[in-house]
């Protein structure tokens, strides 16, 4: 298995790097979560320009059609800056859903939009109190001659202040889960917004009788693609996580070098750089994993047998572990500058955190693995190894 990218995908990281990097100099993030938009509308513009917001929309309906490297290389080279921009939210994680679940004539008209990147749409998913793989407590009604209705409240929706649509998951017919499409302006939605752990921009949003359109046929397998969706999703923001880190140590390094306590730089106590030195090699295994995670989705996408959720999960968990110890790590060696609002490294550890927490967090990936066999079966570094020689 090859975990390294190849001439173009370098190419790709690097681009994105310099692009993103433009936008976001020191204190970047802070500025950008304070607008009102709660990103950087000039980097939006240049990704967008780029062609990255269609690079998980198919060719033929004008995206770029790229697989899971590229969506990795893209999220971690953002990671490196802290960047806002809802990319993974409000664009990868809806075209999945759409090219998964949603009908052709749906495809045709939502995923263009999508790659254009004049638009986002917000998947609706998490409720107040309940477990993120349980039935939705919203519920989803039609008597066969108009929309169906939807009831119900999501919280939080990451970006739903600036989406033009919803993707709203629902308990509908039969007590089955199903995915609606709604307008961002349809009646009976009360919206209150407000941030994140990472001063990212979420909101509530409640639902009294509003008009949806269902997504996809009545017959398609809804939790199915749901689950595949944010599988994929899990694997693609370990990228993110991934940049953060390494740009967090990397300033974390720096600030030993320069920083003086009793007349000397603290880069002189040796328990400091062994914290730092400890911080790097868990930052690397992060890394491998979360490449390793990336590579499985894309020999599933080619037609392998990958268990596609166990491998999201094992390397969700992995990485979300480093991510918290990257977190509190990098603070700490800082002092208490590193708790500050104005601190570079107080948005990475911010935003470390808040991935952890992100599709429904690390209890929910290690509950789906309780549940499962996956425990009992013996993992392998290989993708297919029917074949394999057993010593």
């Known amino acids: 298995m090859n975990l390294e990218f190849n001439e173009d995908q370098r190419l790709l990281f690097e681009t994105v790097d310099s692009a993103v990097g433009r936008g976001y100099p ?19 513009a240049t990704l967008g320009e780029l062609g990255l917001t269609g690079l998980t929309v198919a060719e033929d309906l004008d995206g ?54 004049g638009t986002t749409i917000a998947v609706a998913h998490a409720e107040p109190g309940r477990p993120w793989g ?6 989803a009604t039609a008597d066969g001659s108009g929309p169906a209705l939807l009831t119900g409240v999501k919280s939080p929706v990451r970006h739903a202040d600036q989406a033009g649509r919803f993707l709203v998951t629902a308990t509908g017919e039969h007590g089955r889960t199903q995915v609606y499409l709604v307008d961002a302006a349809a009646e009976g939605i009360t919206r209150t917004d407000g941030r994140s752990a990472d001063w990212s921009h979420a909101s509530q949003v409640e639902f009294a009788g509003t008009p949806a359109v269902l997504l996809g046929s009545g017959d398609a397998d809804a939790a199915a693609a749901l689950r595949l969706a944010f599988a994929r999703a899990r694997v693609a923001v370990t990228g993110e996580a991934v940049g953060l880190m390494e740009t967090g140590l990397a300033l974390t390094v720096e600030y030993l070098k320069t920083r003086k306590q009793f007349g000397v730089p603290l880069a002189t106590f040796q328990a400091l750089v062994h914290r730092a030195a400890d911080l790097y090699a868990k930052v690397e295994l992060a890394r491998s994993m979360a490449l390793w995670a990336t590579a499985a989705v894309e020999a599933h996408d080619n037609g392998a047998d990958v268990d596609l959720a166990t491998v999201a999960d094992d390397a969700f968990v992995f990485v979300a572990d480093a991510a918290t110890t990257a977190a509190e790590e990098i603070v700490q060696l800082h002092g208490g500058i590193g708790m500050t609002y104005e601190s ?23 509950r789906r693995a309780l549940a499962s066999d996956a425990l009992l079966r013996p993992p392998s570094a290989l993708l297919n190894n029917a074949e394999a020689v057993t010593l």
């Open 134 to 139: 349980t039935a939705r407590a919203v519920t």
């Open 64 to 117: 770029v059609g790229a697989g899971p490297v590229e969506v990795y290389a893209t999220l971690e080279a953002m990671g490196k800056h802290a960047a806002a921009e809802p990319l993974l939210d409000g664009v990868f994680l809806p075209s999945w859903l759409i090219a998964g679940l949603g009908t052709a004539e749906q495809a045709k008209q939502l995923l263009p939009e999508l790659a254009a990147g």
């Open 26 to 44: 020191a204190g970047g993030r802070a500025a950008a979560t304070a607008t009102g938009l709660g990103w950087n509308d000039k980097v939006w």
């Open 344 to 366: 570079e490294v107080g948005h990475h550890s911010a935003r470390l955190t808040a991935i952890t927490e992100s599709f429904g967090g690390v209890s929910a990936a290690r």
